[in-house]
């Protein structure tokens, strides 16, 4: 009994610990009394946290002139270059990095070109050299945002689709081995809903970030958190059935939302791209009762605006009732460090847990 009381306080103090540095961080800076009232802690808990940050040197604080006649205040901020944390996006022909500092800001960015049907080994090698291009002070490990189907708790990349010789891959542990560094292993649009989550001012509502690139996935945010399914295998949209009997996909299934998209953008139609992606969507909104989509990826930032209107419009038109299921459609504003800065982000959130443990 002792024993688990002691395992759920050490718990408790992580929470907390992730809990003050996200409302300190998303504020820009709080007093111990808004730090309070912010997070729901009593003051006491508070003051149980901030000391073990401050020695940690993750937070400073700035004294404030006080208003009126009370005491003066003090302001809690995070230090943004204490430490810093590197995120990689392992896209089909390419390796995009960023190095962010503790508020998760990009820093640096680095990118290396990977040939078609690239090995594990060239994957390794690249995301390596990456790593060493951005390598800084404080660094707390690498994220990478990689093409699925894959297992983020064991990192090991399952069979990803068009990449022979990829079949049960431990990339996270190779990369380890490889630079050296902690590793954390996501799917790309895993990543790319967590930079969303992550930004979120407020209650993040139900969100799908949808990834259209060289394949087509969503992240989805569900109940304020990135929602992966037991096997990591959540928001595979991408393939799931538009015309059961249209043209084959890579996957193996004929008329997948990411075969047909794709055949139109190839085609040089990115209005017809954008109306399927925009068909299949209305059904996720069905399945999840979604009240967000982010539209992301190359083939959106290719032609932005001509996809949110027609996303928004077969929302409107195939939605059974647009006035209570109202749907807030927007662009992704990361761009091309979507994947890599949500990846960085993923680790950031582990030191913030980490934050206030003595040594
Ligand atoms: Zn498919």
Redesign the pocket.
């Known amino acids: 009994m002792e024993r688990a009381t002691g395992v759920n306080l050490r718990g408790l103090r992580r929470r907390n610990s992730a809990l003050l540095l996200g409302e300190i961080r998303r504020a820009g800076g709080l007093s111990r009394i808004e730090l309070a009232a912010r997070s729901g802690l009593t003051q006491q808990a508070v003051s149980k946290i901030v000391p073990a940050l401050l020695a940690a040197g993750v937070l400073t604080e700035q004294r404030q002139p006080a208003a009126g006649v009370g005491k003066p205040r003090t302001r809690l901020t995070i230090r943004a270059d204490a430490r810093s944390a590197i995120g990689v996006q392992l896209d089909r022909d390419e390796v995009h990095a960023v190095r962010t500092d503790l508020l998760g800001d990009v820093q640096a960015r680095a990118s290396i070109a990977l040939p078609r049907g690239y090995s594990p080994a060239e994957a390794v090698s690249a995301i390596g050299e990456c790593a060493h291009r951005l390598h800084g002070d404080g660094l707390l490990g690498i994220g990478v945002g990689a093409l699925g189907p894959l297992d983020h708790r064991t990192g090991v990349l399952r069979d990803a689709t068009n990449l022979p010789g990829w079949r049960e891959v431990p990339l996270r542990d190779r990369l380890t081995e490889a630079v050296g560094l902690p590793v954390l292993l996501d799917k790309d649009s895993n990543a790319a809903a967590f930079a969303h989550g992550w930004r979120a001012d407020g209650p993040v509502p139900a969100t799908a970030v949808v990834l259209a690139g060289t394949g087509i996935g969503a992240g989805l945010l569900i109940d304020g958190s990135v929602y992966r399914g037991p096997r990591t295998n959540a928001g595979e949209f ?2 799931t059935t538009l015309a059961f009997d249209g043209p084959r ?3 193996g ?1 004929r008329g ?1 939302v ?2 047909l998209h794709n055949a139109a953008a190839g085609r040089g139609d990115p209005a017809e791209a954008a109306r399927l992606l925009g068909i299949g969507l209305a059904d996720l909104v069905q399945v999840l009762d979604l009240e967000r989509i982010v539209l992301a990826g190359r083939a959106v930032r290719g032609a932005p605006e001509l996809y949110r209107d027609s996303v928004a419009a077969r929302l409107g038109e195939l939605l059974p009732s647009p006035h209570w299921q109202r749907v807030r459609l927007d662009l992704d504003e990361l761009g091309r460090d979507l994947v890599a800065a949500g990846a960085a982000a993923e680790v950031l959130a582990g030191f913030y847990e980490d934050a206030a443990e003595p040594g």
């Open positions: 991408g393939h996909c890579a996957c299934r997948c990411e075969v």
